[in-house]
């Protein structure tokens, strides 16, 4: 059985509350039956973020106690604060909106957790300290450097942004706006650094346990790109059959021109393919497969190829 919950949640930023439905499961069976289960939490890529922000704390500044007490938290926790285990699929989502950069300007200052969906079901989830400010850095990088996200850039560039839509899925909590409403002191440079990096800190986290929960098809990589890992683009992501048919018939019958196949002989001077390789190019070179037919008998012999034939 299943029950809907309504959660709205409250951005100071921009005085607007934001509807967020959640479905929560019950269910008897065990946790590796129930499509929505807890992921795997022990993210190790996620500590340098963490080992970082302790390793540059001073004892002396105003917010070491308030980064510090956010930190204990172990990232198990910090999923249930934000009863992110209740969040719903992307597909699912009835706050999906159709994008529009006036549109991205009600997220301004807002961190957390998004997501982009096209209308084959197919989804990104992403996370920022400001997501209107990633929305709008996505729709210009899509044509200008489609190599940061791959995957998602092509898929918009294949299909438009008029059939694309986007959504919140969840607001992480703005630990700038969060620390001055509490303390009310104006804090030093250092200090408004850190308490960004602990805003994208713990919206990494709920970036990672998203990634796990609901594996997005869009996504470069299953790893969130930041806490030392760099986004390799599309680098190991295997094609479907599909692909590479339609990639084979796109290219067949191409011509080179002169610049280009002097290029890649320049590229391939000195080299020395292996014998596994020379086999192989043997093999696609055979020449032409002839037969020969005894005229007394009828008898036909097969030949791979015309000199093997006259032998």
């Known amino acids: 059985s299943e029950t809907i919950i309504d959660c709205k949640r409250y951005s100071p930023t921009n005085k607007i509350h934001y509807l967020i439905k959640f479905k929560r499961f019950y269910s008897s069976s065990s946790s590796s039956d129930n499509p929505f289960m807890t992921p795997n939490l022990n993210s190790s890529h996620l500590e340098s973020v963490r080992s970082?922000?302790?390793?540059?704390?001073?004892?002396?500044?105003?917010?070491?106690?308030?980064?510090?007490?956010?930190l204990q938290l172990s990232r198990s926790s910090l999923i249930h604060e934000f009863n992110a285990n209740l969040v719903i699929s992307p597909l699912l989502n009835n706050s999906l909106e159709q994008f529009s950069l006036d549109r991205c300007k009600d997220f301004n200052g807002m961190p957390g957790v998004y997501c982009i969906v096209g209308n084959d079901e197919q989804f990104y989830i992403g996370s920022s300290r400001s997501i209107g400010t990633r929305l709008r850095n996505h729709y210009y990088h899509s044509s200008i450097a489609p190599n940061r996200h791959p995957v998602l850039y092509n898929y918009i560039n294949k299909y438009g942004w008029s059939s694309i839509k986007v959504g919140v899925i969840i607001v992480s909590i703005n630990h700038l706006h969060r620390y001055l409403e509490l303390h009310r002191i104006n804090p030093s440079m250092t200090d408004l650094k850190l308490l960004g990096t602990l805003t994208m800190y713990e919206s990494l986290c709920l970036e990672q346990y998203f990634l796990d929960k609901f594996q997005p098809g869009l996504n470069s990589q299953e790893l969130v790109a930041k806490g030392g890992l760099p986004n390799r683009g599309s680098l190991g992501i295997p094609w479907s059959q599909y692909k590479r048919d339609a990639y084979s018939l796109s290219t067949r019958g191409r011509q080179f021109s002169a610049f280009h196949i002097e290029r890649l002989s320049a590229a391939q001077k000195g080299k020395r393919p292996s014998q596994e390789t020379r086999e192989k190019m043997s093999g696609s070179h055979g020449g032409v497969k002839i037969y020969s037919v005894n005229v007394?008998?009828?008898?036909?012999?097969?030949?791979?190829?015309?000199?093997?034939?006259?032998?």
Not at 299 to 309: C, E, G, L, V
């Open 52 to 70: 970082n922000l302790l390793y540059k704390l001073d004892n002396e500044s105003q917010v070491h106690l308030y980064i510090s007490d956010r």
């Open 296 to 311: 007394t008998t009828g008898d036909k012999t097969f030949f791979d190829t015309k000199s093997a034939a006259c032998l």
